[in-house]
């Protein structure tokens, strides 16, 4: 079975800008779930969806936003691009079933974002 | 607001010993706590879940312990080798919450 994909796996922005990053889940999983990973702050949980519905959200401005796909693909988005959003997004997948827990999350390698 | 912490940033642990791992938190009331593994420049790797209302969960040479009253969870590798060198992050996620909260992770270097 194919593990997550995320792409791109590395990108460059300058201020400003916006970008959005893939995330393909392993077959069968319905749930997503999105992280950034920096040196200072460690992983910090973005957004989870399942079954296209965001359950939750973190702490973190509404330029972060996201999305699901019937398909159960995910896309994130970072409009107005600053500094501080270098990073690694870290995207997760799990069979989110309802009941009990989250279940283990398999993540993706990751795509390495850098403002300039 | 809620806090998880892991005892340190950086373990550094002999061959064949066996290595302890600290997770504590305050301000959360956590269902399930999971361990995870994470190489440089890779995602985290699952290793182990526990419920509430576990106290101890084994795989092969791994054991984590969960204390709901001192709020703390422990990671034992034994008969530790070097392949064993990564960062491990403790994460808690409340009942229903389709969330995980991760601490910063201690990094573990199994010297042979």
């Known amino acids: 079975k194919a593990g997550v994909t995320q792409t791109p796996r590395y990108l460059i922005k300058t201020r400003g800008q916006q970008v959005t990053l893939s995330c393909s889940p392993i077959?069968?999983?319905?749930?997503v779930s999105w992280y950034q990973q920096t040196p200072g702050q460690g992983l910090q949980f973005l957004f989870e969806y399942f079954s296209e519905t965001q359950r939750n959200k973190g702490n973190f401005p509404g330029r972060f936003s996201g999305r699901q796909f019937s398909n159960s693909r995910s896309e994130m988005n970072v409009s107005t691009l600053e500094l501080g959003d270098s990073a690694l997004y870290l995207c997760?997948?799990?069979?989110?079933?309802?009941?009990?827990?989250?279940?283990?999350?398999?993540f993706g390698p990751g795509t390495r974002l850098t403002v300039l | 607001s809620q806090k998880i912490e892991q005892n340190s940033e950086a373990l550094n642990i002999q061959e064949g010993k066996t290595a302890t791992l600290t997770c504590n938190y305050t301000n959360y009331s956590p269902a399930y706590l999971q361990w995870y593994r994470q190489d440089p420049g890779r995602g985290p790797v699952f290793l182990l879940l526990i419920r509430e209302n576990e106290k101890e969960k084994r795989k092969e040479r791994l054991k984590v312990t969960f204390d709901t009253t001192l709020k703390q969870s422990l990671f034992h590798i034994t008969a530790s080798q070097p392949a064993d060198s990564a960062t491990y992050l403790c994460?808690?996620?409340?009942?229903?919450?389709?969330?995980?909260?991760f601490g910063k992770g201690t990094k573990l270097s199994v010297i042979p």
């Open positions: 077959s069968g999983h319905r749930s």
């Open positions: 997760a997948s799990s069979v989110g079933s309802g009941s009990g827990s989250y279940n283990e999350q398999f």
């Open positions: 994460a808690l996620e409340g009942a229903g919450s389709y969330q995980l909260t």
